[in-house]
């Protein structure tokens, strides 16, 4: 059994007793189903959204030199403008523009791991060109940390689990990231054959937020046939994501689902969004929450139903025994993403990513080859089968 659509949460029945359990049942069953959904009636206000809209709009049209003033292979910690075709997923260029943003943090201190680095200040655009953008931004990442905490401990509650069950991953500080991109039609790419706006992947970490700007779709996530369903924006809403950190602490209870993001078509006219990514400790260990037998038992009674099979095919981020912190393999996949910055900051850990790429292509073109082999030679086997009763009746 696979989605065929995604689902749609009210998140106003969540706040009134009498209905609230009605909607944890909703959760729990997007969760263990689908691990991608919307939610409306979120509480964030109206003016607030058009605010970011505008906003996020305001800062593509700067000039191209203002926009290299922030950009992101400046500083160490991946905050920062990436321009058109600057970032890789998949192994393929993503076709967008960006700029990412986090909650506010102090530069780390020189004893600090490594991957503190991806907590520090963030790179606004010049005030005197976009005099609104930071406090605009600064209001709405505060609002969806807010949103993304009451929407884990719903999560958690689902699971059959205490409200507070993941607070323990989450430090008293805790960094939050955004980005606002800007997704080119396919007549503006150089390319035109190219319509990756972003490869598909799973998101990290616990739970993200997408805002959707109408009109246009490209947003699709992939259920278990391998078919890509779409996420259409919906006005009102927002669309969340199961992160990877979440399937590993509740022991693939919540599934992070594959999705992807293709290039509008010619003629259309750019795609814009702003998704928020919840964050999670960087020093957090990989440790799992406690669910209750009869939460697994549902995962069980699904995996059963699906004979067996995962969600998709993408590599997942947090292996236990491979990383001995989040923040890590975070680094990492930062590294993997955004190679100029690594280029800059991190060439030791850029060369060991280019190692194990170019093993495991050396691996899967071997694979390949030995069933190319295989089939030919069973091809072989069937044509000799064919030939032999002509042969003896000669």
């Known amino acids: 059994m696979s989605f065929l659509s995604i689902p749609i949460l009210d998140l106003s029945l969540a706040r009134n007793p009498e209905s609230k359990p009605a909607f944890l049942d909703s959760l729990r ?16 206000e109206d003016a607030l959204i058009r605010d970011v809209i505008s906003q996020g709009k305001a800062f593509f049209d700067l000039p191209e030199e203002k926009k290299l003033e922030i950009q992101m292979k400046n500083v160490p910690s991946f905050l920062g403008y990436n321009k058109l075709g600057n970032e890789i997923t998949a192994l393929q260029t993503d076709w967008r523009e960006q700029i990412d943003l986090s909650t506010p943090h102090p530069l780390p201190t020189p004893s600090s791991p ?42 958690a509650e689902s699971l059959l689990l205490p409200a507070t069950a993941f607070d323990r991953f989450f430090d008293q500080n805790q960094q939050h990231k955004l980005k606002i991109i800007k997704y080119p039609d396919t007549a503006s790419l150089p390319f035109s054959d190219q319509n990756q706006g972003v490869g598909p992947h799973k998101d990290s970490m616990l739970t993200s937020y997408l805002l959707q700007v109408p ?13 890509w369903i779409d996420c259409p924006p919906i006005p009102s809403t927002l669309v969340v994501a199961i992160g990877q950190g979440l399937e ?63 969600m998709d095919d993408v590599e997942f981020t947090f292996t236990k025994g491979r990383w001995g912190h989040l923040g890590e393999a975070t680094l990492v996949n930062r590294v993997k993403s955004h190679v100029d910055v690594g280029e800059r900051w991190y060439p030791e850990i850029l060369a060991k990513v280019r190692a194990e790429q170019a093993a495991a292509k050396e691996t899967s073109e071997t694979l390949a080859e030995q069933k190319a082999t295989k089939e030919a030679g069973k091809e072989s086997n069937v044509g000799a089968k064919e030939l032999a009763p002509a042969i003896r009746a000669r």
């Open 29 to 44: 069953n997007a969760l263990l189903d689908v691990g991608f959904l919307y939610i409306k009636s979120t509480g964030i």
């Open 114 to 155: 490594l991957y503190h680095n991806l907590l520090s200040p963030n790179q606004w655009p010049d005030t005197d060109y976009l005099p609104h953008f930071q406090p605009t931004y600064e209001a709405y990442i505060a609002r969806m940390s807010a949103l993304s905490t009451e929407f884990t401990s719903l999560i």
């Open 215 to 227: 009109p246009h779709k490209g947003l699709q996530a992939q259920n278990l046939n391998g078919n």
């Open 248 to 310: 590993a602490l509740t022991h693939g209870v919540c599934k992070s689902t594959t999705h992807r993001v293709l290039s509008p078509q010619a003629g259309l006219g750019p795609r814009f969004s702003v998704p928020f990514f919840q964050g999670v400790s960087y020093d957090a260990t990989f440790e799992s929450v406690d669910v209750p037998a009869d939460t697994l038992a549902m995962r069980d009674e699904r995996l059963r139903e699906r004979g067996g099979k995962g």
